[in-house]
């Protein structure tokens, strides 16, 4: 059922398009020296071309499935291309099939652009309604991917569920702008994009800017696995002052404008994750303690391998911790999705959870009635903030005391989102796939799959319960009438 690729849109793509500035005579000559240098075994690189009365600042980067030897290609390719198109213009861009290059006459590096160009499949989806919900889904889950990941790029498929369509999406911000910038021009582009979807629903488009663009199509146009690092591509140029040199990335990128931890950073701060640095293992995977360059103390959650839902898990605690604040709360500082890596990044609380204390013979003796009473105070507290109080609506879904975590002074942080389900503000309850831990579980939703707020309340009771009896909801060392505390 997939239509041909209409010739006039694929001759587009294919030769690229170049955008074209206002004309001077001198640029043929500045951009002479932009020359293309190859470094194979890191990322993609920006600088600037040269500090004189008249300046030029230059953008080469590939897409994040180029291959090497592709990169390279469409690097000489693009270089000439743009050349030829643009001549002496001031400046100009061209978006090539598996690179983007731009070069002004003022340092354009680091500044957010969102002025949109696009275009269009002429050809429209058999069922509009069907394929634009397929096309929208799709790119919630690519964009969420890219503008968290360290080459701030991604792409995945969709099936059109009424003629069973293969759709290919893929979404990429260059990489001098930071993650917040890379989710709004995103955000931008694939509004852009679904705006296609709303008349007619073409069966495929390109949304581009200076800083990201958005594609989707019915034909698989990216490369369908990882490929190796992607080239550094950097201006060549004239051995002048520091100033002039091609400019890092990160120094591009402040750290306290995103939430993204370098993963050589967090391997550095836990001794390269370390058995010794293990504080506990979950359905997540382990978690270290580390500790930063500048003294601050973290705690990381590192993704398991084999964790099947891990990656959702990761994705949804990323989005929901980072729209909410609450001193009951744990305060997620950051993550980090770097290759196959997913860590989470949490402020280091010294006691741990409150399982660790709750349920051990020597510990348990520093929670005396008043510090219970302050547990279960601010665990109530957290909840109403999620289920009533915060601009989001939230399920935690995962309520144990393991997923509580005390302060220096046991002050309860409920953790652990990878569960939560975002609830519409005219929602009572959904149906929805079982998920949490059984013996915390209300038993509508463990039977049925009812979710409310209810269920969060039911888990908070059986807590309520552990703190003062002092001993786990299910405990095999006692006699069977007495192994389950709910039933007692």
């Given at each position: 059922?997939?239509?041909?690729?209409?010739?006039?849109f694929?001759?587009?793509?294919?030769?690229g398009?170049a955008?074209?500035?206002?004309?001077?005579q001198?640029?043929?000559?500045?951009?002479?020296?932009?020359q293309?240098?190859?470094?194979?075994?890191?990322?993609?690189?920006?600088?600037?071309?040269?500090?004189?009365?008249?300046?030029?600042?230059?953008?080469?980067?590939?897409?994040?499935?180029?291959?090497?030897?592709?990169?390279?290609?469409?690097a000489?390719?693009?270089k000439?291309g743009?050349?030829?198109?643009?001549?002496?213009?001031?400046?100009?861009?061209?978006?090539?099939?598996?690179?983007?290059?731009?070069?002004?006459?003022?340092?354009?590096?680091?500044?957010?652009?969102?002025?949109?160009?696009?275009?269009?499949?002429?050809?429209?989806?058999?069922?509009?309604?069907?394929?634009?919900?397929?096309?929208?889904?799709?790119?919630?889950?690519?964009?969420?991917?890219?503008?968290?990941?360290?080459?701030?790029?991604?792409?995945?498929?969709?099936?059109?569920?009424?003629?069973?369509?293969?759709?290919?999406?893929?979404?990429?911000?260059?990489?001098?702008?930071?993650?917040?910038?890379?989710?709004?021009?995103?955000?931008?582009?694939i509004?852009e994009?679904l705006?296609?979807?709303?008349?007619?629903t073409?069966l495929?488009?390109?949304?581009?800017?200076?800083s990201?663009?958005?594609?989707?199509?019915?034909?698989?146009?990216?490369?369908?696995?990882?490929?190796?690092?992607?080239l550094?591509?950097?201006?060549?140029?004239?051995p002048?002052?520091?100033?002039?040199?091609?400019?890092?990335?990160?120094?591009?990128?402040?750290?306290?404008?995103?939430?993204?931890?370098?993963?050589?950073?967090?391997?550095?701060?836990?001794?390269?994750?370390?058995?010794?640095?293990?504080?506990?293992?979950?359905?997540?995977?382990?978690?270290?303690?580390?500790?930063?360059?500048?003294?601050?103390?973290?705690?990381?959650?590192?993704l398991?391998?084999?964790?099947?839902?891990?990656?959702?898990?990761?994705?949804?605690?990323?989005?929901?911790?980072?729209?909410?604040?609450?001193?009951?709360?744990?305060?997620?500082?950051?993550?980090?999705?770097?290759?196959?890596?997913?860590?989470?990044?949490?402020?280091?609380?010294?006691?741990?959870?409150?399982?660790?204390?709750?349920?051990?013979?020597?510990?348990?003796?520093?929670?005396?009635?008043?510090?219970?009473?302050?547990?279960?105070r601010?665990?109530?507290?957290?909840?109403?903030?999620?289920?009533?109080?915060?601009?989001?609506?939230?399920?935690?879904?995962?309520?144990?005391?393991?997923?509580?975590?005390?302060?220096e002074?046991?002050?309860?942080?409920?953790?652990?989102?990878?569960?939560?389900?975002?609830?519409?503000?005219?929602?009572?309850?959904?149906?929805?796939?079982?998920?949490?831990?059984?013996?915390?579980?209300?038993?509508?939703?463990?039977?049925?799959?009812?979710?409310?707020?209810?269920?969060?309340?039911?888990?908070?009771?059986?807590?309520?319960?552990?703190?003062?009896?002092g001993?786990?909801?299910?405990d095999?060392?006692?006699?069977?009438?007495?192994?389950?505390?709910?039933?007692?």
């Open positions: 059922l997939s239509a041909p690729l209409p010739a006039a694929a001759a587009v793509l294919a030769a398009i955008r074209i500035y206002g004309w001077r001198p640029w043929s000559a500045h951009f002479a020296l932009f293309v240098h190859v470094r194979k075994s890191s990322v993609t690189q920006l600088s600037r071309q040269r500090q004189s009365p008249d300046k030029a600042y230059g953008l080469l980067q590939c897409r994040g499935d180029a291959t090497p030897d592709e990169c390279y290609s469409c000489q390719k693009a000439t743009i050349r030829d198109d643009c001549g002496n213009a001031m400046g100009g861009r061209g978006w090539y099939k598996k690179c983007f290059i731009r070069y002004e006459n003022y340092s354009f590096v680091g500044k957010l652009d969102i002025l949109t160009e696009t275009i269009i499949n002429p050809s429209t989806a058999p069922d509009p309604d069907l394929y634009s919900i397929a096309v929208k889904g799709l790119f919630g889950n690519v964009a969420d991917e890219a503008y968290l990941s360290a080459n701030r790029y991604s792409s995945g498929s969709t099936i059109d569920n009424y003629w069973f369509q293969h759709i290919y999406g893929l979404v990429q911000c260059w990489r001098d702008i930071t993650s917040v910038e890379c989710k709004k021009c995103l955000s931008t582009v509004s994009v705006n296609l979807t709303d008349d007619g073409r495929g488009g390109i949304c581009t800017t200076g990201c663009f958005a594609r989707y199509d019915t034909y698989q146009f990216f490369n369908p696995s990882p490929s190796p690092p992607p550094q591509l950097q201006a060549q140029q004239p002048q002052t520091p100033k002039n040199r091609g400019m890092d990335i990160d120094s591009l990128i402040p750290q306290d404008e995103q939430i993204i931890f370098n993963l050589d950073k967090l391997r550095a701060a836990t001794r390269n994750f370390h058995e010794d640095n293990k504080l506990g293992e979950g359905g997540f995977g382990p978690v270290y303690r580390g500790t930063m360059p500048d003294g601050k103390r973290i705690a990381v959650k590192k398991s391998v084999q964790s099947r839902q891990g990656k959702e898990e990761f994705l949804n605690e990323v989005r929901l911790v980072a729209k909410i604040q609450h001193r009951n709360l744990a305060n997620l500082l950051g993550c980090c999705a770097e290759g196959s890596e997913r860590l989470l990044v949490y402020e280091l609380l010294p006691n741990k959870s409150l399982d660790k204390i709750l349920f051990n013979p020597q510990r348990s003796k520093e929670l005396d009635w008043q510090r219970r009473l302050n547990i279960i601010g665990v109530a507290r957290g909840l109403l903030y999620l289920h009533e109080d915060s601009q989001l609506r939230i399920i935690h879904r995962d309520i144990k005391t393991s997923n509580i975590l005390l302060d002074k046991m002050e309860p942080k409920i953790s652990d989102f990878g569960l939560a389900r975002l609830f519409h503000q005219d929602e009572t309850h959904v149906n929805t796939r079982i998920a949490g831990t059984f013996g915390y579980m209300a038993p509508e939703y463990a039977m049925h799959g009812q979710l409310s707020a209810k269920a969060d309340v039911y888990s908070f009771g059986v807590v309520l319960l552990e703190i003062l009896c001993r786990k909801n299910t095999i060392n006692l006699l069977p009438e007495f192994q389950i505390l709910t039933e007692l």
